[in-house]
């Protein structure tokens, strides 16, 4: 299978300080790669898709100025919490799809975030 | 109506055991059909996937899917405690790469 790699694995910040998460996959080239946010004991919540050379799309209700995405290469993506506040504290997942294999997507191992 | 739906858990079984875990889905376009094991803390884990209808087995899991029926199941067979997470369907619809998830069905096998 793809692999797909995280950085952090987790953090602690401030509150109103910013953290930036980064999303690698590293034996294939992804497009496309999606940001998810789980609270405890619920399902995942796709927060945005992130697209490699443009802007990314945010699903409704996720504020694109509170969590900037970037995906800079055919391998990297990052995504920035702003001014972070406990309310963000979450597991924070990316995934990317592998091409040409019918949609199959892999996720990375996850960033805990926890604001204080 | 959700997109895709699961049947509520949690789910326990005895070591040895078949568990079986349901999915619908209302797209009746989708094309591709995942099933994903979570462990508790952990990030979801790609175990199966199934593109036509009928059966596909690796090892211990069987998907089945069936699309007239809007349907796809996951069979875990000789249960581990191992098997013990959260198992997701997801779905694609086949326009983009966007997954739609279950809310998941958490089993448990007792020992």
């Known amino acids: 299978g793809a692999v797909v790699s995280q950085h952090p694995s987790w953090v602690i910040c401030k509150s109103g300080t910013s953290v930036k998460i980064e999303c690698r996959s590293l034996?294939?080239?992804?497009?496309?790669m999606f940001w998810y946010r789980q609270f405890p004991k619920q399902s995942l919540m796709l927060m945005a898709t992130?697209?490699?050379?443009?802007?990314?799309?945010?699903e409704q209700g996720v504020e694109k100025d509170k969590f900037l995405i970037n995906h800079a290469s055919l391998t990297l993506s990052t995504l920035t919490v702003t001014s972070a506040h406990p309310e963000d504290s979450s597991f924070y997942i990316c995934s990317a799809p592998l091409q040409g294999h019918s949609y199959e997507q892999y996720f990375g191992p996850g960033t805990r975030l926890t604001v204080t | 109506q959700k997109e895709v739906e699961q049947n509520s858990g949690p789910l326990s079984v005895p070591e040895g055991a078949i568990a079986s875990l349901n999915c619908t889905y209302s797209?009746?376009?989708?094309?591709?059909f995942f099933w994903y094991r979570q462990y508790s803390g952990k990030s979801p884990e790609l175990i199966m996937s199934?593109?036509?209808?009928g059966d596909k087995e690796d090892g211990r899991f069987t998907a089945q899917l069936n699309k007239a029926s809007q349907y796809v199941s996951l069979l875990i067979r000789d249960s581990q405690p191992s098997d013990s997470a959260t198992y997701l369907c997801?779905?694609?619809?086949?326009?983009?790469?966007?997954?739609?998830f279950g809310a998941g069905t958490t089993v448990t096998v007792r020992a």
């Open positions: 997801a779905v694609n619809r086949g326009n983009d790469y966007k997954l739609s």
């Open positions: 199934i593109y036509s209808n």
């Open positions: 034996d294939f080239q992804a497009t496309t």
């Open positions: 797209d009746r376009g989708s094309q591709s």
């Open positions: 992130s697209n490699e050379g443009s802007k990314a799309t945010y």
